[in-house]
């Protein structure tokens, strides 16, 4: 259980990585924006996690999710020069598979440290969404995760009960399901347009 956890982890800082160095090439930033917005995507949400439960900040110790970073960074680095170009959607689908992995990561490591369900939930959505948020600050565009084109916090959340629901019964089964109602929900907003209705405007 601990290497699924393990390799699962490195993909999602992998995915999310790979978004934030897509980002920086759409908006056309030099080599050192790529490598902020890679390693702030990828272990961003994480790191505010951490903080805020007071315990280790995960990367510290374990620098391979440092190199898991460079690695998504250099994915697509090497892609976007080969091809020259990277379709829209590739950001949406590696942001899409790193906001599922982070949310049941999140939701995991909170209920192993104790904490009840309803703060797992947060903290897998805060994992989730927290480096996305970081990178489209710096990228200065609206964060997804306020944005009310489409479904993005609300399939954490979503992903996120589903896991704490599950995990009493089997923790790998409710990371599969966990994860795979986060990526149904976003790629279904993504190409079916699902959205929560808007905020009343106020006059």
């Known amino acids: 259980m601990n290497e699924f956890i393990f390799l699962l982890d490195l993909l999602g800082i992998i995915a999310f990585a790979a978004s934030g160095a897509l980002v920086a090439g759409k908006h056309n930033m030099d080599l050192f924006g790529g490598l902020v917005l890679a390693f702030v995507t990828g272990i961003g949400g994480g790191t505010m996690r951490d903080a805020i439960l007071g315990v280790p900040v995960f990367w510290l110790a374990q620098p391979h999710y440092l190199w898991a970073c460079l690695a998504g960074f250099l994915i697509v680095y090497g892609a976007v020069w080969k091809f020259q170009s990277a379709p829209k959607a590739t950001i949406n689908f590696l942001d899409a598979v790193g906001l599922g992995v982070f949310t049941v990561l999140g939701a995991q490591k909170t209920l192993a ?71 149904i929900i976003r790629i279904g907003a993504l190409f079916r347009d699902w959205r929560l209705p808007f905020f009343p405007v106020l006059k």
């Open 113 to 183: 440290l104790g904490h009840n369900e309803a703060v797992a939930i947060i903290m897998g959505m805060l994992t989730g969404c927290g480096g996305g948020m970081i990178r489209d600050v710096l990228a200065n565009q609206v964060p997804m995760v306020l944005s009310r084109k489409r479904l993005y916090a609300t399939a954490s959340l979503a992903g996120g009960l589903a896991f704490v629901v599950l995990a009493s019964l089997s923790q790998s089964i409710a990371m599969a399901i966990g994860f795979l109602i986060v990526l």
